[in-house]
C-alpha cells in the first residue's frame, strides 16, 4: 500500500502543479491585485485567449496519445499491480453503470 502512495504522490503533485500553472498563466488578475497592489503584475495573461484554442488541440490530439502510446509501448509487465487496477476498473464500472442508469 505504502509503494502505491509513494509512486503517486509525486504524481499527483506534477500534475496539480501543471494545472495550477496553466490557470495563472491564462487569467486576468486585474481584479485580485486591486485589493493586493504588487506592481505591474495586473494583467497576467501570458498565454493569450487567441493561443489557448490551438493550443488544446495540440495537446488533445497529437501530445496527449503520443505520451499514453509511449506509456504503453514501454511498460513492464512485472511492475504492474493488480489489485489497484481491479479497483480502478471496479470504481469506473460502478460510476458508469449509475450514471448510465441514471440518464434513462
Known amino acids: 500500500m505504502s ?7 509525486p504524481a499527483l503533485v506534477t500534475n496539480f502543479s501543471i494545472i495550477f500553472l496553466g490557470y495563472i498563466m491564462g487569467n486576468d488578475f486585474s481584479k485580485f491585485y486591486e485589493f493586493f497592489p504588487i506592481g505591474s503584475l495586473g494583467r497576467s495573461k501570458i498565454i493569450p485567449v487567441e493561443l489557448g484554442a490551438g493550443l488544446g488541440r495540440f495537446c488533445g490530439v497529437l501530445a496527449l496519445p503520443a505520451l499514453l502510446f509511449r506509456s504503453m509501448a514501454t511498460i513492464q509487465f512485472d511492475t504492474i499491480e493488480i489489485s489497484f487496477l481491479l479497483g480502478i476498473f471496479i470504481a469506473k464500472s460502478l460510476v458508469f453503470t449509475l450514471v448510465a442508469g441514471g440518464t434513462r
Open 3 to 9: 509503494y502505491i502512495i509513494e509512486s503517486l504522490g
